[in-house]
């Protein structure tokens, strides 16, 4: 029986410390993050899924970004092991969650590293990005995991931004989307439909062919819904400034056993 639950992490007061790695430092509004955070949860929750709170860790400027700390393939979770040293004590409160919601969980060691966002699932096809936060021995250990349950594990170079999302998603159909100046090796991608905005490459299913994108990209909005898809815009602003995307603040587990 299908789940439909989704985490997410409230922001922590130090979210203005968060990681800059590609883009210039620019200041965050901690309360209007939080105001967006609510809305972008509100959002989910109105697309029909159920949000489960991680507990919050105040200490960690970047443990919004929940998606970082766990990739989900069926009832599996693989609690990672982040690419910054500094992300590394996230995950504890995010393999709680996970196994309190009747998960499997297994984990990344070291060497391995691996950020949730380098994983980018489209179907039974996992591609992992590797050469940012993600290493190789990393990616091996995913494809440990997942391969065995089913997954086709395809590793991709990622040189141009924080994390593979951050360059390519999905939408409904399978159609990989993404930013022809941000993508290292598009011919490792099936069917890749280039789109304007930088953050336009930025999806999340949330259902019935709805895809929750940031404000920041209209014209790319504009571009879906001539295909036939709904785009469901929220502004995340604040979290832009800090490398993050729709895709990073929730983790959504679709196949829980319970
Ligand atoms: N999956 C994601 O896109 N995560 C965004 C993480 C942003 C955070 N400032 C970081 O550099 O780790």
Known sequence: MPSRKALIRRP???LAEGLVTHGTRVPVDVGLAVEQWL????????YGWETVEVDPADDCPDSVFVEDAVVVFRNVALI???GTPTRR????????????????VNWIWEPGTLDGGDVLKIGDTVYVGI?????AAGAQQLRAVFEPLGARVVAVPVSKVLHLKSAVTA???GTVVGHPPLVDAPSLFPRLLPVPEESGAHVMLLGDGAVLMSASAPKTAELFATLGHEPVLVDIGE??????????LSVRLRDLYV
């Open 80 to 82: 990672t092991r982040p």
């Open 239 to 248: 979290f832009e400034k800090l490398e993050g995307c729709v895709t990073c």
């Open 89 to 104: 004590p996230e995950t504890t409160g995010v393999e709680e969650s996970v196994a309190r919601l009747g998960a499997s």
């Open 39 to 46: 809305e972008y949860g509100r959002v989910l929750r109105e």
């Open 131 to 135: 050469g940012g936060r993600t290493n």
């Open 12 to 14: 922590s007061p130090r």
């Open 171 to 173: 939408l409904p159909d």
